[in-house]
Each structure stands twice: as structure tokens, then as C-alpha cells.
């Protein structure tokens, strides 16, 4: 039997511990990239270019209503218009009446102008003519006026002078069609009648007669003085007789007696038994609104009688036109005839030649060939400058409706005319407005001179109107 150990037997040499890894998982590969930078405080799912969110939409602009309006005249390429006019060349040679010109040749030159720029509100301008016989009554004017409407069926009927109110009204009211007037004084009833469709570069009767006593009374002409009247026994003449009566009675005046001639167009007769009655009444300053040539033989009767007044005419008739006085004068080349003739007038001598009627002067001498001297023809050259402005008026007009309202009828026609409020021809100046369609706003008062066998326009005797 063997003994018990004493002591336990020394263990067998160990391997060394392998050396621990430094703080990092034992798994983790020891070089793996660095993950990519995010963005500061955003998703991770969220898009980086999100679209823009679409604009609301804006309201479309309220088209402003087109006026209703008649269309007769005018269609998308023409504007038709009819002139009238008295072929009065034969009076126009013998010096009875204003030696103006060409005037069809005018109208003519003017619209081709327009035209050739691209027309009014985008349309030609077609022209056709109408004559009467110098001196015509209204039965004599109605075929023409009937030719320019229902024959041609014009959307304009533009009246050069010498017209009556009721040929006027033939184009307004009977046939609803806009009239333009280059002269001739009508009363504001022949514009109220027209519905609006009445346009003039003259006066109405109401204005003219209402300042007449006013404008002599500032020249001393009325002082002390036995006034008369002679006029026409026609409507036109009893409404100025009765605004003149009226505002001389306002000025503190009376008339001595007052004589209505028989008249037909521009003739009267009668003149010597009218003469007679200023004469028994004392009369030594006559108020006259009868036509150019018996106006002249009342010069002259008056001469071969002893009488020997101071006369007083206006535009009522035209008076104040060279032309005229030189026609007057040479029924009597006296100049003694003459004690004071007198003329009312819109029509204000030039200051200087405007640049309107120098360019229009200047086209139409480079289309025809044609030229007027300023002092010999003068109302020839005023005629170019008047005609001519007519065409740029209904030019601008077209073209502010076309601008306004997209499209031109008679109604925005209309508006057109009356938003023309600078009218300036010469150094008459005036305005068209919803509520005045006659164009100037001024008078003036004009001497005869039989040194000239002119007019002249007095100093300081220019007044302006209310509008």
C-alpha cells in the first residue's frame, strides 16, 4: 500500500494570454468609411428640389361695352363720305362770293393722305360729291342730300356752306347721320333736333347774336345812335333777330324799327322798300343779316337815296370775308359809301400763319402743283387749312374709337368727335364736348377799309365766350 502525498504536484507550464483589443468591438472592421454629410435638421426621405407651388391665377380685364350704334357708311376697310356743296364758281368769278379755291381737289388730296398712313381707325376714307345751284332753297338741297344718304348711303354728310337748317336736319334727323359743318351759323334748336350727330367749325346762332351788342358797345359804335334791323323773312334769321333784340334790350338798347325782306336762297327782294322804313324811322346804324348780294344793293340804294348809316354785319351770311367787301365795293367804289362798316366774326385775323394750314398748304401744292399766296388768295389758303383739318379730324376720331372700343360705328364715332377738345385753326381756338358741338370760343370785330377792300380785324376788340 502506497502513502497519502505529502504535497499537491506543480501544474504544467501555461501559454501567455493573448493581449486584449483596444476598447472596440471585436467584429467592427478597423478602417470603414465615413458616411456621407446630411443635411442640418431635414428628413432624410425628403426630396432636396421641391417644385415651386403655381401662382393663383389673375382675373381677366372687364372689356369695356361698345356703344350701339348704326354701321351704315362703314364697314372694316372704308368710311363713307358724302360732300355738299353749292357749285357756286360762277359767284365765286364775278367776286359775289369768296373765291376759295378747288375745293372737291382739297378733300380729295387730304384723304389719300390719310389713307396712304393707314386710314382712319384703320379705314380709307371714300369721298363722293353733291352739288346744288348757288342761292338753292331747301327743296332745291333736299335731292342732294337724299343722293349723299339713301343713294350712297354715306355715314358722314359734310356741308362745305351755304345750307339751310332743314337740309341739315334732312342728314341728322330724317336720315340719322352724322353732319359735319365747315361754315354757316344755325340755331342751338337745329343741334338739339340732331341728336348729337351735328358737328361745326362754326357758331351757334345764340352765342354769335348774344355777344354782337357787347362787342360794338366796347368800340363806341351804339352810343347815341338810332338802331335798325334788316334781315331775311326765313326761320333762321327770326331766331338771330330775337337773341340780338334781346341782348341789346339787355345792354340797355332798343331797336328803331326792324324789316324782314323776301328771300330765296341768297337773293332778296324788296331791298329799296326796307331802305325806305330805316329811313323814315331815323335810323343811322343798321344791323344786317342779309345775304352777300343784296346786301350789296342795299349799300348802294342807300347811297343813291341820301342814307347814309353806319352798317353792322356778321358771319350770319358769310359778310366778313374779303372777297365779299371787295364784291361790295365794287358795286360802289366810293369809299365815302362806306360810313363804318362793321363785321362780327369767329374768324380772327392770323397773328402769324399757323403751322397747320402752312403744312397743309405745302401737301397740297406738292400733290397738285397748286399754290395760294397767303395776302393775294387768301381764302383759298384758308379753305386748304379748313378742309384739311376736317379730314384730321374725323381721322382722330376714328381712331380713338378704334382705340377705345376695338371697332367704329355712329355712336363711338360720336364720342370721338367730342373728345377732340383742342381745336385750333389759325388763331381761333375752341373745343368740342359731350355738351358743345360748336367749335370756337371767341369773337372778334373787324373794320372794313375800302383803301384794301378789306377787313381788319380791330385791336383789342377779341372776346372770349363761355363755353
Not at 398 to 427: H, M
Not at 432 to 459: F, N
Request: aromatic share 6%; hydrophobic share 35%.
Amino acid at each position: 500500500m502506497e502513502p497519502a502525498p505529502t504535497s499537491a504536484p506543480e501544474p504544467a507550464d501555461e501559454p501567455d494570454p493573448e493581449p486584449e483589443p483596444a476598447d472596440e468591438p471585436a467584429d467592427e472592421p478597423a478602417d470603414e468609411p465615413e458616411p456621407a454629410d446630411e443635411p442640418a435638421d431635414e428628413p432624410a426621405d425628403e426630396p432636396a428640389d421641391e417644385p415651386e407651388p403655381e401662382p393663383e391665377p389673375t382675373e381677366a380685364p372687364t372689356p369695356i361695352p361698345v356703344p350701339e350704334g348704326s354701321t351704315v357708311g362703314i364697314t372694316d376697310d372704308t368710311i363713307k363720305v358724302g360732300i355738299l356743296r353749292s357749285d357756286s364758281k360762277s359767284l365765286e368769278d364775278a367776286g359775289i362770293l369768296p373765291d376759295t379755291g378747288d375745293i372737291p381737289r382739297n378733300y380729295v388730296v387730304f384723304a389719300e393722305q390719310v389713307n396712304a398712313r393707314g386710314g382712319a381707325g384703320g379705314r380709307n376714307i371714300e369721298i363722293v360729291f353733291h352739288q346744288y345751284p348757288p342761292g338753292a332753297s331747301a327743296t332745291d338741297q333736299q335731292a342732294a342730300c337724299i343722293g349723299a344718304t339713301e343713294d350712297d348711303q354715306v355715314a358722314i354728310v359734310h356741308f362745305v356752306g351755304g345750307v339751310t337748317a332743314e337740309t341739315v336736319l334732312c342728314a341728322t334727323e330724317g336720315h340719322e347721320r352724322i353732319a359735319y359743318m365747315l361754315s354757316g351759323i344755325l340755331p342751338q334748336e337745329i343741334y338739339d333736333r340732331s341728336n348729337g350727330r351735328l358737328f361745326s367749325q362754326a357758331m351757334t346762332t345764340e352765342r354769335l347774336m348774344g355777344a354782337w351788342p357787347t362787342m360794338v358797345e366796347a368800340q363806341g359804335l351804339l352810343e347815341g345812335r338810332t338802331l335798325g334791323l334788316m334781315r331775311g323773312d326765313i326761320g333762321e334769321h327770326e331766331v338771330a333777330a330775337g337773341v340780338l333784340e334781346a341782348a341789346l334790350a339787355e345792354a340797355g338798347y332798343e331797336l328803331a324799327d326792324q324789316v324782314a325782306l323776301p328771300c330765296q336762297g341768297t337773293s332778296c327782294s324788296q331791298v329799296d322798300i326796307g331802305l325806305e322804313r330805316m329811313q323814315a324811322a331815323g335810323v343811322d346804324t343798321i344791323f344786317s343779316l342779309v345775304p352777300p348780294s343784296p346786301f350789296g344793293i342795299a349799300v348802294f340804294l342807300a347811297a343813291q337815296s341820301g342814307l347814309d348809316p353806319q352798317w353792322l354785319v356778321s358771319d350770319i351770311e358769310n359778310l366778313v370775308f374779303d372777297s365779299v367787301a371787295q364784291a361790295v365795293y365794287g358795286r360802289a367804289p366810293d369809299p365815302t359809301l362806306f360810313f363804318g362798316l362793321y363785321g362780327l366774326t369767329y374768324g380772327f385775323d392770323r397773328t402769324s400763319p399757323d403751322e397747320h394750314t402752312i403744312e397743309c398748304n405745302a401737301v397740297f401744292t406738292e400733290v397738285t402743283g397748286i399754290s395760294y399766296d397767303i395776302v393775294e388768295n387768301k381764302d383759298a389758303w384758308s379753305a386748304v387749312g379748313s378742309t384739311c383739318l376736317f379730314i384730321k379730324n374725323l381721322e382722330a376720331a376714328a381712331n380713338w374709337s378704334q382705340d377705345t372700343y376695338g371697332t367704329v360705328n355712329q355712336a363711338t364715332l360720336i364720342q370721338g368727335f367730342e373728345s377732340l377738345t383742342d381745336y385750333r385753326l389759325g388763331d381761333v381756338t375752341g373745343s368740342w364736348s359731350p355738351t358743345k358741338h360748336d367749335a370756337p370760343d371767341g369773337v372778334t370785330l373787324k373794320e372794313y377799309r375800302a383803301d384794301c377792300a378789306c377787313w381788319l380785324e380791330i385791336d383789342g376788340a377779341r372776346m372770349m365766350l363761355d363755353q
